[in-house]
């Protein structure tokens, strides 16, 4: 039983494209999170939902918009995709905000933008 | 932001101890330091966190300086499948969920 999931694994598009990655989880988790992991390995948070309301929003474009239909899922939409999204994107999952436990992570997507 | 520093790479010798350092001299009283790990191109994985006491788990024991300014994660018995890149991150905002991770410590783990 896979406790993060993300889906696709592997994402190849054109620039311009949109696209968009899912996560599950089935942890009972109520935070999720969206970092990107770019060529140089830096892992940064994106996004944070807590009980599908965003709490966390770093400085990411407007392209990017993260969408939460329940707290077990946390989808990630990109609009008019660039070269520089090229990155693998990990989504994670942790008990309650601010109870300082654990992330657990998926195995994430990796994009690539032609 | 309290920032970290770890070396970049480090070796060890498998069925022996690893013991990673990590700087926080800046650090604030109620941040956590947390430590996970990235086995190459798998999702970052928890090992162990702590504030101010010595923690121990059934991965790992963190041990953390009395000033708080240093700690060290120790994995007793390193195997290959411990070699991984180390993050030393100490929690950004007083809830802990918003970690940001550093360039970490490349640990090998040599047969």
């Known amino acids: 039983d896979t406790a993060v999931s993300q889906t696709p694994k592997y994402l190849v598009t054109q620039m311009g494209n949109d696209k968009s990655i899912k996560c599950e989880q089935n942890?009972?988790?109520?935070?999720m999170y969206w970092y990107k992991q770019d060529s140089k390995k830096f892992l940064k948070i994106m996004f944070s939902?807590?009980?599908?309301?965003?709490?966390i929003n770093e400085t990411v474009p407007n392209r990017f918009s993260p969408k939460s239909p329940d707290k077990a899922h946390l989808n990630l939409h990109i609009n008019s995709l660039e070269l520089g999204d090229s990155a693998v994107y990990f989504c994670?999952?942790?008990?309650?905000?601010?109870?300082?436990?654990?992330?657990?992570f998926g195995p994430g997507t990796r994009l690539t933008v032609l | 932001d309290a920032k970290t520093t770890q070396p970049p790479s480090m070796d060890c010798a498998e069925g022996r101890a690893a013991n990673l350092p990590c700087n926080h001299s800046t650090i604030s009283g109620n941040e956590y330091v947390y430590w996970y790990r990235q086995i190459h191109s798998q999702g970052p994985q928890y090992i162990i966190h702590?504030?101010?006491n010595n923690e121990t788990n059934e991965m790992a024991s963190l041990i953390i300086t009395e000033d708080r300014k240093s700690s060290t994660l120790i994995l007793p018995h390193a195997t290959l499948r411990d070699t991984a890149v180390y993050y030393c991150?100490?929690?950004?905002?007083?809830?802990?969920?918003?970690?940001?991770f550093g360039e970490g410590t490349q640990l090998t783990v040599n047969p």
């Open positions: 991150i100490v929690s950004v905002d007083a809830s802990g969920s918003r970690l940001t």
């Open positions: 942890l009972g988790h109520d935070t």
């Open positions: 702590g504030l101010k």
């Open positions: 994670a999952s942790s008990l309650p905000w601010g109870g300082r436990d654990e992330q657990f």
């Open positions: 939902y807590n009980n599908k309301e965003l709490i």
